[in-house]
C-alpha cells in the first residue's frame, strides 16, 4: 500500500524559501495534493493535482511532482504559515486515500 | 458560501455506536464525493470512508473496516458516519469533507471538525 514519506519538521528564517516533500515510489504518475493545518483549525488546501493552486492561496505557495518525490515550496515564508503542511493522493489499486505523515513548518 | 458542519460527537464507552452528521450547504451536495477523515490526539490526518455522489458506491480504510458505515441523504444534504464496536483508538476529531473532481479529487472544502473520545 501506499507510504507517502514527508520530513517531521522543517525549520525556515521569514522572507526565505521552505521545501516540503513528500516521497513515494513513482509518486509522479499520481495527482499530489497538500493541505495547511494551523493548530485548532481545520485542513485548508493550498496546492491540488501536483501545482493548481486554489483560488485565495497566495501565489508563494507552489507545487512539483517528480520521480519519486512531490515538493510543495513556499517562497517568502512568512510567520502566518506556521502550520502542519499534509500531502495527499489516490491510491487506485485499493481505492484508498492516503495521506504523508506531516511536516510543522517552523519559521524562526 | 461552500459550507460543511460536522456535529454528533461526544464521549462514548468502547463498543458502543455513535452517529456522526455532516450538514452541507452553498453548493449541489448531490452533485459531490464525500469524505470522512479523522485526527487522532497530536497525531496526522487518516483517510475513514467516501461515498459517491449517488451513494452507489462506498470505500473504508482498513482501521475501520467492517464497523463503520458511511451514508448520505441527498434529499437533506447531510452525510453521515455510522460508528460501531468502538474503540479506544477511534478517539479522534473527524472531519467531513468534500471531493472536488474524480477519484484522484482533492478533498474542499473540510468542515470544521467533531471531537469523539472513546472512554470507559
Known amino acids: 500500500s501506499y507510504v507517502l514519506t514527508q520530513p517531521p519538521s522543517v525549520s525556515v528564517a521569514p522572507g526565505q524559501t521552505a521545501r516540503i516533500t513528500c516521497g513515494e515510489n513513482n509518486i509522479g504518475s499520481k495527482s499530489v495534493h497538500w493541505y495547511q493545518q494551523k493548530p485548532g483549525q481545520a485542513p485548508v488546501l493550498v496546492v491540488h493535482?501536483?501545482?493548481d493552486r486554489p483560488s485565495g492561496i497566495p501565489e508563494r505557495f507552489s507545487g512539483s511532482n517528480s520521480g519519486n518525490t512531490a515538493t510543495l515550496t513556499i517562497s517568502r515564508v512568512e510567520a502566518g504559515d506556521e502550520a502542519d503542511y499534509y500531502c495527499q493522493v489516490w491510491d487506485s489499486r485499493r481505492d484508498h486515500w492516503v495521506f504523508g505523515g506531516g511536516t510543522k513548518l517552523t519559521v524562526l | 458560501q461552500v459550507q460543511l458542519v460536522e456535529s454528533g460527537g461526544g464521549v462514548v464507552q468502547p463498543g458502543r455506536s455513535l452517529r456522526l452528521s455532516c450538514a452541507a450547504s452553498?453548493?449541489?451536495?448531490?452533485?459531490?464525493?464525500m469524505h470522512w477523515v479523522r485526527q487522532a490526539p497530536g497525531k496526522g490526518l487518516e483517510w475513514v470512508a467516501v461515498?459517491?455522489?449517488?451513494?452507489?458506491?462506498?470505500y473504508y480504510g482498513d482501521s475501520v473496516k467492517g464497523r463503520f458505515i458511511i451514508s448520505r441523504d441527498n434529499s437533506k444534504n447531510t452525510l453521515y458516519l455510522e460508528m460501531n464496536s468502538l474503540r479506544i483508538d477511534d478517539t479522534a476529531v473527524y472531519y467531513c469533507a468534500r471531493a472536488r473532481g474524480g477519484a484522484a479529487a482533492h478533498f474542499d472544502p473540510w468542515g470544521q471538525g467533531t471531537p469523539v473520545t472513546v472512554s470507559s
Open positions: 452553498g453548493f449541489t451536495f448531490s452533485s459531490f464525493g
Open positions: 493535482d501536483d501545482s
Open positions: 461515498i459517491w455522489f449517488d451513494g452507489r458506491k462506498k
